[in-house]
């Protein structure tokens, strides 16, 4: 393994799932001089022949060859595994991860939600988990074709048994390293718990309000009641938050609403999933914070309401 001060190595990356995250940040890992590994599924053909095209608002940039495989038995064994598959897949890691990931190497959770790194560290023993929330906004436009809107960065935090809060290791440091060499911002977190529930004060509104009142962030942000619903949605988030003891001021909370008026009108990922006909994430992004809470006494119920609707949904249109 190549130690955190070499600037690029010959350090093994696999990226489980090449799409609007895992191809954007797999492409620029690659173009900055890291070997590589992409899983794909339906896309698998097109990019093993032609590879990925990024467009971006930093510089359009094409990779004509990558290292394309859409089975993870033919994949070399790597150092850091980046899970970037949507959470509803992720009934397929037990598969997928114990033949990838070098014994001591690293899983990178990149996903939306909460409680993934604990069930990862269940199937996968002696790898350090880590968790990165991405302040990303890409869309998979095609095959092999991804279209990065905005933003990019990405807080780091390593996952402990009960998520305790865990000092900053060498591992970490070097996975910032090498996203930093990639031209990715990186901030370094002590406490993935907190940052994860800071996450959510951004997608349990958005991602919901968006999918049940069929709307952008721009009309949610410029709609008074709307507006308020936001708000409201983010203090619960907040309660939720403090039942495992992590405080969320409420600066944070105006920040994530200035944040997101200053956003173009976006889309979200869980509003194009659903217009598109694909699973959502309800589980990761709804259900485990909600049970996480209610199993400290906490009743959340605005967010529960909101789950129920979802549930609703997904199951109407066939998408569960
Ligand atoms: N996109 C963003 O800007 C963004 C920002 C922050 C966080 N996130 C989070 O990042 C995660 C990934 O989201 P995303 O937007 O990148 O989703 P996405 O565009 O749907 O990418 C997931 C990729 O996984 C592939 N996949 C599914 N099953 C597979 C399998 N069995 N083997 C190989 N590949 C498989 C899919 O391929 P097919 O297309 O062939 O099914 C798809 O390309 C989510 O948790 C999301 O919430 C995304
Ligand atoms: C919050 C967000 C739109 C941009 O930071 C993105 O990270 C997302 O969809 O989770």
Redesign the pocket.
Known sequence: MCDSLTPVCDRKYAI????????FYGAKLQQAGYDVHF?????YEHVSKSGLLIESKDGDFTLPQVKAY?DVEQMPQCDVVIV????T?NH?LPK?LPPLVKDGGVVLV????LGVEEDISQIVKNVQVIGGL???????VGAGHIRHLDYGKITLGEYTPKYDPAPLTERIQYVANDFETAGITIELATDLLLARWQKLVWNIPYNGLSVILNARTDELMTDAHTRILVEQLMNEVAAGAKTSGRVIPDSFIQTMLNYTVKMKPYRT?MKI?YDEG?PL?VE?IFGNPLRKAQAAGANLPQISCMYHQLKFLTQRNGIA
């Open positions: 489980l799932g090449t799409g609007a995250l895992g191809g899983l794909l599924k339906s896309d859409n970037a598959l949507k959470t897949q397929l997928l990149l996903q939306n939600g991405c302040f990303l906004c890409s869309n998979k990922s999933d694909r994430e990761a």
